[in-house]
């Protein structure tokens, strides 16, 4: 039976998992969830073998569901060199192997809006050009189309958007309501925190994505983000993205697992005053 991700208790802690050697990728997926892992990120473009057999006996060690990515990346960060039809489809190979679903990038079929926005600029959440947002309704059709088509077998999508721009709490919330009209179970969004101010309209902005009927995971990276990955789950942020070990294949901003998992449990029940100080707060906005 295909394991399913639980939205209804958040946050899920996920797990980033990034090697070549399948044998270590199932390895590192016992060690994340003996550290307390509810998902597992595998990336599966770092990996060496992507045979339908060995995903499945990947994907299948798992005690914990399994999200399937593919940034087009390899284990060194290099470009995989798939066009976006090949990428759609090694996801939907990843989901018949027995992924419980897949991180589909708002960029996905327009592989030109991954480094620069060149859609219509006539939103709030535009106004800084942000990156992996596109607004081709063309494109996101077929966005639509594969959703439906990982659906159709079971499995669940993650829409993501890394923007690489600072927004406003209100762009934020504007921007996960534009995506959740595609239909994907939970939404990713991440935006840049260079300054402090930047990391607290990324905190105040959570409370407004609660609003939404989509479950919503949103951080910011960036110099001053980091605090946001820890801090937005905590306030109903549907996941939060860790590292069961540090090396030069993960990235360094994630929270380290075991500590969040003693974080997000001992806090449980003691951060509803916070979030209803913060909808008081942009209330009064």
């Known amino acids: ?6 939205l209804t208790h958040p946050p899920l802690l996920a797990a980033a998992v990034r090697c070549a050697d399948p044998a270590e990728a199932i390895a590192a997926i016992r ?19 992507t045979d339908d057999e060995t995903l499945a006996r990947v994907i299948g060690s798992s005690p914990r569901p399994v999200l399937a990515l593919n940034y087009n990346q390899t284990l ?20 018949d192997a027995g992924a419980a ?7 996905t079929f327009d592989l030109p809006s991954k480094a620069a926005f060149h859609g219509d600029d006539h939103f709030s959440f535009t106004q800084g050009a942000p990156k992996e947002v596109v607004t081709d309704e063309a494109i996101i059709e077929k966005q639509i189309a594969l959703i439906e088509r990982v659906h159709e077998k079971g499995a669940q999508v993650l829409l993501s958007c890394h923007t690489g721009c600072a927004l406003s709490a209100e762009a934020v919330r504007d921007l996960a309501l534009y995506l959740e009209k595609r239909g994907a179970d939970v ?33 910011a990276n960036g110099a001053a983000g980091r605090l946001s990955r820890l801090i937005n789950p905590l306030l109903g942020g549907a996941v939060a993205f860790c590292a069961d070990h540090y090396d030069a294949y993960h990235t360094p901003e994630q929270l380290d697992l075991a500590t969040a998992r003693q974080i997000i449990d001992g806090a449980e029940g003691m951060t509803d005053g916070i979030g209803a100080l913060l909808n008081i707060e942009n209330g009064m906005r």
């Open 1 to 6: 039976m295909r394991k399913r991700l639980n």
């Open 76 to 95: 060194d960060w290099r470009d995989a060199g798939l066009s976006e039809d090949e990428r759609a489809e090694s996801l939907l190979r990843a989901v």
């Open 101 to 107: 679903g897949i991180d589909m990038q708002g960029y």
């Open 31 to 49: 060690s994340c969830a003996l550290h307390g892992a509810d998902m597992i990120d595998l990336h599966i473009s770092c990996l060496n073998q």
């Open 187 to 219: 939404i990713k969004i991440v935006t840049t925190a260079a300054t402090r101010s930047d990391l607290f309209e990324a905190i105040r902005a959570m409370p407004l994505l609660l609003e939404l009927h989509t479950p919503v995971a949103y951080h």
